[in-house]
């Protein structure tokens, strides 16, 4: 019988982006068995209606229950901002977002107290990041910019291209009126941007990646419940999409540096 320590870390997000979430985790966690759940049929989830976010958000958490995971990691800030204490609602597992550790971050990295936040259409609509920076501290101004095109840029693989460098231009421009001192990369698609986005908002600001935080909170969840995976084996990484795994495989491989095999495609 596996021992519960070896059960896998269950990780989703609607598609390519939450593969910065895993990059960390492997990073901090090297023992742990991962599965990745990447929703590619109906990315992005940033531009649909908070039902439907819930809905999408829920199925895709027990599917990687039914996979026997130890704990879920939301590697989608929609995602996060939506449908986090409903999932909670359904598993006594620890459920971990990306909008908690993020906003911790900023706050620890601002001198001046003028935030921005760039996210999704439903991210920013709901304010989720102003809510928990203001609940940390409640004297900081926080500017938030949805820009929905960047998650179709990255999942088409364009970080990189002259395109992605137009589309910062065009959201970014306004916040470098507010003279912030710290953005969050409130998107895990957004980070595999950052070279452009740090272009083009300036070298002064800083840039906080909600992935990096999030895999250390899932580090801290496991040690203080006994979590943690003691086996000597070679890590188990499993991917699953709901959609073109070809080209999930060519723009992930880009990203992670390294060869992504257990892909499969199934129907959620």
Not at 58 to 64: P, S
Not at 94 to 101: A, D, H, R, S, Y
Not at 167 to 172: G, Q
Not at 226 to 236: A, V
């Amino acid at each position: 019988m596996i021992n519960f320590r070896e059960n896998p870390i269950g990780v989703f997000d609607s598609g390519i982006g939450g593969l910065t979430v895993f990059k960390e985790l492997i990073k901090i966690l090297p023992r742990e068995n991962i599965i990745y759940f990447g929703d590619t049929a109906r990315v992005p989830y940033g531009t649909k209606s908070e039902k439907t976010i819930r809905d999408y958000s829920i199925q895709n958490a027990k599917f990687l229950l039914s996979k026997n995971v130890k704990a879920i990691v939301i590697a989608c800030n929609t995602s996060s901002a939506i449908a986090l204490e409903e999932i909670q609602s359904i598993t006594n597992l620890p459920v971990v977002g990306v909008i908690k550790p993020g906003s911790i971050a900023a706050v620890n990295s601002t001198k001046n107290k003028r935030i921005a936040v760039i996210g999704t259409t439903a991210t920013i609509s709901s304010k989720s990041y102003e809510k928990e920076i203001k609940c940390l501290d409640s004297s900081i101004e926080v500017y938030g910019k949805a820009c929905p095109l960047f998650v179709p840029i990255v999942e088409e693989g364009w970080a990189n291209h002259k395109i992605a460098y137009l589309a910062a231009e065009e959201y970014l421009s306004e916040l470098k009126k507010h003279s912030i001192d710290t953005l969050v990369l409130g998107c895990t698609h957004y980070p595999l941007l950052r070279n452009t986005i740090q272009k083009v908002i300036g070298e002064n600001v800083q840039l906080i990646d909600s992935g990096i935080e999030t895999a250390q909170v899932v580090k801290k969840i496991l040690e203080e419940n006994d979590f943690l995976n003691r086996s000597e084996l070679k890590p188990d990484y499993k991917f699953y999409v709901s959609d073109l795994p070809l080209q999930f495989k060519k723009v992930g491989e880009m990203f992670l540096e390294r060869s992504i095999e257990n892909l499969i495609k199934i129907d959620i």
